[in-house]
């Protein structure tokens, strides 16, 4: 875990928020509409706190118009590690 997951940690659990990781975990229910409305609540206020996570669940809502039947499979961590990297160093996706 890197220094900076590890302060994300730290300040989303003391702001009760979840963190960057559960956000991912929640996206699908989130964009679904079936995420119980105090939770629902705690997403929309860590993505507005969190430009990363906001990008990730744009081009995940972009990606699930794709595909509106499917749900996704769950990516390898080092594959999202390094997928967010590259979007995150593309002038484009900022």
Do not use: W
Request: proline content about 9%.
């Amino acid at each position: 875990m890197t220094v900076k997951t590890k302060l994300e940690r730290i300040l989303f659990r003391s702001l009760r928020l979840p963190t960057c990781q559960e956000l991912e975990e929640f996206a699908y229910d989130f964009l679904e509409g079936h995420l119980d409305p105090a939770t629902n609540r705690k997403v929309e206020r860590h993505l507005k706190l969190c430009g990363p996570c906001q990008r990730f669940i744009e081009v995940y809502r972009r990606t699930r118009a794709l595909r509106p039947d499917e749900e996704p499979p769950p990516l390898d961590e080092t594959f999202k590690e390094e997928l967010l990297g590259f979007l995150l160093k593309s002038p484009n996706f900022k």
